[in-house]
């Protein structure tokens, strides 16, 4: 492993949150679009808030990132404001995904409004804030790069409709009753079905790109950390398979004690959630694929 | 038939895609890390593995450091040859702070080479 300083781990959890911060932007706009008719205005009000608090984090944590990945370029602070770092940084595709996201970001403020016609906007917001990771990275390597940097958008997607619904989800868990929380659940576990098969799906694609040599990737400290986060992934897979298959019939059923167990559930889920984009903020900051 | 073709072309892209590349490692340098040598090197040659942008070069000898300038505004490059000043005989560490130009990410590593007195 490359050392790695104290600007080099501050750059990522910087990256780490910015990750969570947008991809849960980008979750609470898809969710209420799809559980909107669901939804009651108390419930409504605090995943808005919810929203309003993801986009600035997101935004605040995204121009940290680039701040003190030029801090760690230099290893000071004052490198943190150094015009030509910032530069090198922005010119390599840090800069083009940065802007994707800022612009993604803003249009997603529209789902803050109650008027559900400017839903269109904040959902294409939501799909260019959560895909704009995709514009920098790793598999801007590979030549050619067009098929890659879809097939992450898709995952990316994918990964913010699923980890990015948690949030709401507790949100639900805390205010409505049973049969309702069954409801919700219901129809997120139906789309989740699909969206977690092309999650599943395309990270196999993006890994197979990536390894050229089994042997040599999974013996790489890259391999190590990937390794650790598809364990982690298999974990929060088990959680989800259990919150559809036991949880969700018996909350439609309406046993009220399941609501109490989704909610621990969801907690672990998010707590999981959170340890697969800390996992990929360190692969994606201090290590890279062996050649 | 649109979702064969889809297929297809997903698969003709992704089996067209080609060799992985990853951050910007360095390949070689002249002097080579612990390379011992009878006289001062003129200069210092970085060989990536991939084009990227060169950030920060110092040179470390007897506690102090030498800072080496580089143009920060060149284009990527694969190849970079600095340099240097004149050294006295003694024990060196270079510093390197580098940025792939394909994928963005940043890159530093160390190496030692010593001068004979």
Known sequence: ?291 | MFKNVCLAFALSGALAAGPCLSHAKLQSSTPADSAQLTQAPKTLTLNFSEAAQLARLVVVGDGKEISIPIDKTAKASQSFTLPLPGLVPGKYTVQWTAVAADDGHVTKGTFSFSIAG
């Open chain 1, 1 to 291: 492993m490359e050392p790695v300083s104290g600007w080099d781990i501050a750059a990522l959890l910087a990256k780490a949150v910015t990750y969570a911060a947008t991809l849960s932007a980008a979750g609470c706009v898809f969710f209420v679009a799809y559980s909107d008719d669901l939804l009651q205005n108390p419930e409504r009000s605090r995943i808005r808030r919810l929203l309003g608090a993801s986009l600035a984090a997101a935004a605040i944590a995204s121009a940290a990132t680039t701040l003190l990945l030029a801090a760690s370029m230099g290893g000071d602070l004052a490198s943190m404001f150094d015009s030509t770092y910032i530069g090198m940084l922005l010119r390599a595709g840090q800069g083009r995904a940065t802007a994707i996201r800022f612009a993604g970001l803003i249009c997603a403020l529209f789902a803050l409004s109650t008027t559900r016609r400017f839903q269109a906007p904040a959902i294409i917001g939501a799909i260019l804030a959560a895909t704009s990771f995709a514009w920098v990275g790793h598999i801007h390597a590979l030549r050619p790069n067009s098929l890659p940097t879809f097939v992450l958008c898709l995952h990316l997607l994918a990964v913010a409709f699923w980890l990015g619904a948690l949030a709401p989800l507790l949100i639900v868990t805390r205010a409505a009753n049973g049969a309702r929380v069954g409801a919700i659940a219901a129809r997120f576990g139906t789309a989740a079905l699909g969206v977690v098969a092309a999650l599943i799906a395309a990270g196999a694609v993006l890994l197979w790109l990536l390894i050229d040599d089994a042997a040599r990737f999974w013996s790489s400290d890259y391999g190590w950390l990937l390794a650790g986060k598809l364990a982690t992934v298999a974990v929060l897979l088990s959680i989800a398979a259990l919150n559809k298959l036991n949880l969700t019939p018996r909350l439609l059923r309406g046993d009220v004690s399941a609501v109490g167990s989704l909610k621990r559930s969801i907690t672990a889920e998010m707590v999981l959630g959170g340890t697969v984009l800390l996992i990929t903020a360190a692969f994606t900051t201090i290590t890279g694929p062996p050649h």
